[in-house]
Nanobody, 116 residues
Framework: EVQLVESGGGRVQAGGSLRLSCAAS????????IGWFRQAPGKEREGISCISSGDGSTYYADSVKGRFTISRDNAKKMVYLQMNSLKPEDTAVYYC?????????WGQGTQVTVSS
């Protein structure tokens, strides 16, 4: 069974940091690109970062570039999102997604709340 489980969310003050984790199981983790998405109340889900399966190249949306860092540990089947200098507008439910060609799977999400 393919499973992605996010953790590490919580409440933090503006300027603070959190590290989200995404634990994967049930598939060949090394072969999948992993992305982080977020959805704020009343807004569409947006992709904010991803890391490739091969060379580990990364992508960041402009809204998080320079503040967030994505990484993966294939041996542990984990992906991390280090979030620094958090802003109230980063408040959202954060999801990880595993993708390989037409196949993808989502986690259940973890809430991040940034207070001003």
């Amino acid at each position: 069974e393919v499973q992605l489980v996010e953790s590490g969310g919580g409440r933090v003050q503006a300027g603070g940091s959190l590290r989200l984790s995404c634990a994967a199981s049930g598939f060949t983790f090394d072969d999948y690109a992993i992305g982080w998405f977020r959805q704020a109340p009343g807004k569409e889900r947006e992709g904010i970062s991803c890391i490739s399966s091969g060379d580990g190249s990364t992508y960041y949306a402009d809204s998080v570039k320079g503040r967030f860092t994505i990484s993966r540990d294939n041996a542990k089947k984990m992906v991390y999102l280090q979030m620094n200098s958090l802003k109230p507008e980063d408040t959202a439910v954060y999801y990880c997604r595993a993708t390989r060609g037409p196949y993808d799977s989502w986690g259940q999400g973890t809430q991040v709340t940034v207070s001003s």
